[in-house]
Nanobody, 120 residues
């Protein structure tokens, strides 16, 4: 199972980005999908999570500016980021709870991270 994240880059304050993360490789089911971020010199933190019923939760620091969504047909989770602030600068990681074909349990799988830099 692999998670491939994309969409990061350099953005000016107030700008927008959309991150994408696609799960591939022997998937039977995907339960929760989430985005985490790790700012420079700080610990990784949860940004947003979406479950298999499209229920969502957000970190208080991003609520109202970030929107998580998923495309079940494409096994992809998105993070639409708006009104970016310098404090949003971080490596953004996607995470998914995946049941691999031929197994009966979910495993937590991480993507490689995509860097978002907010600077003028």
């Amino acid at each position: 199972v692999q998670l491939q994240a994309s969409g990061g880059g350099l953005v000016q304050p107030g700008g927008s980005l959309r991150l994408s993360c696609t799960v591939s490789g022997g998937i039977f089911l995907i339960n929760k999908m989430a985005w985490f971020r790790q700012p420079p010199g700080r610990q990784r933190e949860l940004v947003a999570r979406i479950d298999s019923s499209d229920g969502t939760i957000y970190s208080a620091s991003v609520n109202g500016r970030f929107t998580i969504s998923r495309d079940y047909a494409k096994n992809t989770v998105y993070l639409q980021i708006s009104r970016l602030e310098p404090e949003d600068t971080a490596v953004y990681y996607c995470n998914a709870d995946v049941m691999v074909s031929g197994t009966d349990y979910f495993r937590s799988v991480w993507g490689q991270g995509t860097l978002v830099t907010v600077s003028s």
